[in-house]
């Protein structure tokens, strides 16, 4: 049994849903952020996290958005995670765990060692960080874009909280990168996409295989 996590971003079908925990992915990302093609409606994401709820984690991704809004999908989705993807500070991220009453999971951009200092902000109120590559200029999307940065940056790092390495990730460069990066837990959602927001169940149980070992 591999100790590794893996999350699985952006599932918007069942088949892909089901792929994802049938491969051993520990936690599965619903994606609530309009520009995204992985975006799904309030409908589709209580569906998919009925499929996922005792399997795997469920996260709910969003991006600056609104108390009225995150309470709307806590409520009907009952997510175990937030994933916080904007620019969120960190006593939003501590607000939002109180009131929502889930852990939270910050996404730090990531282009240069720099970016890594204001991790420690959030490693005192997050419940988990993801290192995710800085988006490319231009742009819609803070995240998702199959981009990479140095995984070397992430060796070693001092946090008190788990964190996640993401950006650009595939099932052909995950082990490279758990062994530069020292990393237990890596998360994708290009990498096992046939085409852009399009996931592809053997693409899912290549990459959860190869980042876990088996
Ligand atoms: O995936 C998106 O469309 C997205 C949109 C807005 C904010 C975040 C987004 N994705 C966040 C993720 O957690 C992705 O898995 C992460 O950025 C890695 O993406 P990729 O490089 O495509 O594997």
Redesign the pocket.
């Known amino acids: 049994m591999s100790d590794m996590k893996v999350?699985?971003?952006?599932l918007s079908t069942e088949d892909t849903m089901e792929a994802a925990l049938d491969a051993g992915a520990d936690m599965v990302?619903l994606?609530f952020?309009p520009?995204?093609?992985?975006?799904v409606t309030l409908s589709q994401a209580c569906r998919l996290a009925d499929m996922a709820r005792g399997k795997a984690e469920i996260?709910a991704?969003t991006?600056n958005m609104d108390p009225d809004g995150l309470s709307r999908i806590n409520e009907l989705v009952k997510p175990d995670i937030f994933?916080l993807?904007?620019t969120e500070a960190p006593e939003a991220c501590a607000a939002i765990k109180v009131m929502q009453g889930t852990k939270v999971m910050k996404?730090v951009p990531v282009a240069e060692k720099a970016d890594l200092e204001q991790a420690h902000y959030y490693d005192i109120v997050a419940d988990w960080l993801?290192f995710?590559?800085k988006p490319p200029p231009g742009s819609e999307?803070?995240?998702?874009?199959?981009?990479?940065y140095d995984w070397t940056l992430l060796k070693d790092l001092d946090l008190q909280k788990p964190f996640m390495l993401?950006?650009?990730?595939?099932a052909d460069n995950v082990r490279e990168a758990i062994r530069q990066s020292g990393v237990t837990a890596v998360?994708?959602?290009?990498?096992?996409?046939r085409e852009k927001?399009v996931k592809d169940a053997d693409l899912i149980r290549a990459f959860v295989a190869a980042a876990k070992g088996v």
């Not at 999350?7 to 952006?10: L, M």
Request: net charge negative; proline share 5%; aromatic share 2%.
């Open positions: 999350k699985i971003c952006g990302g994606m952020f520009k995204s093609p992985r975006h996260v991704l991006v994933q993807h904007g996404a993801l995710d590559a999307l803070p995240g998702g874009n199959g981009v990479s993401s950006g650009g990730l595939d998360d994708v959602s290009s990498g096992v996409e927001g």
